[in-house]
């Protein structure tokens, strides 16, 4: 789910679901998830952690069909106390903190369309079900989520930007080792297939997870990651929920940031025009 302190305009347009919460998805829309279904299971063996594949057996997510979120609210309702919440495209950081702090995570009901397969800026329901839904029903991430979004409500405009770092590269591009090898957590990286393949291959940096390093550490959002931090378990998650990590925050912004590991975003070029 991307947040943001303004609402900006984007392309797609939520489908909100009827009285008794079902969403008619249409046959291309059906025929978009099962694609993306399709293309990224066969990529999960040997790649992701046995926690994300434990968490897909339990919600048994249809491939020929988009699930209706009360159908994935049963499973996390019963595995962690989740739930999910049908939002926009984009919402207000306000929002995304307020929900996570209370174990409802957002999900935006629309799907890419098919002429954007492979990348899209906004979130989608593939993503936030496939990426982030099967890691959510184990306890130790569902606790640093929670966690995460109760910090983000009390926190400063400032504080939440370093809190953005954290998530980025816990909750959405993280990497754990386990007594299998490395292996996939992150949501950002579990719903794409291009960052599947980069993300465990010699190209990127592996670096050992220290959240403060984390909170210092830039991003972007439009290409591969040339950074990942590996756990070295799940339970770091859980040990770091207990943590201030507020302290760190206060300590990443006091030391400033690294450089970034990647060149700057370039500039629209300016579209010259004439009059007659």
Request: aromatic share 10%; with cysteine.
């Amino acid at each position: 789910m991307k947040a943001q302190s303004a609402p900006k305009k984007t392309a797609y347009q939520a489908r909100m679901p009827d009285d008794n919460g079902h969403i008619a998805w249409s046959e291309q829309e059906n025929a978009t998830w099962r694609t993306l279904m399709e293309r990224q299971v066969e990529l999960l063996p040997g790649r992701v952690c046995q926690e994300y594949l434990d968490g897909m057996e339990r919600l048994a997510l249809p491939v020929e069909r988009i699930p209706q979120l009360a159908e994935v609210d049963a499973v996390l309702r019963e595995a962690t106390g989740w739930e999910t919440a049908q939002v926009p495209a984009l919402i207000p950081f306000d929002t995304f903190f307020e929900l996570l702090a209370n174990r409802r995570f957002p999900v935006a009901t629309f799907i890419r369309t098919p002429e954007e397969l492979d990348y899209l800026q906004e979130p989608d329901i593939f993503h936030e079900i496939f990426g982030h839904c099967p890691m959510l029903t184990n306890p130790a991430f569902a606790e640093f989520t929670a966690t995460y979004g109760r910090l983000g409500l009390e926190a400063t405009p400032k504080e939440r930007v370093y809190l953005a770092r954290l998530y980025w590269m816990t909750v959405e591009f993280g990497l754990v080792d386990t007594p299998e090898g490395r292996r996939l957590y992150g949501g950002g990286i579990i719903s794409s297939p291009k960052e599947t393949l980069h993300a465990l291959s010699d190209a990127p940096v592996h670096a050992s997870f220290d959240p403060l390093d984390a909170l210092r550490t830039p991003y972007r959002i439009d290409i591969l990651q040339p950074l990942y931090y590996v756990l070295d378990s799940l339970e770091t998650l859980h040990e770091l929920s207990g943590r201030d990590i507020m302290g760190m925050v206060h300590e990443a912004m006091a030391l400033g940031l690294f450089e970034p590991r990647f060149p700057p975003k370039p500039k629209p070029v300016p579209v010259e025009t004439t009059s007659a």
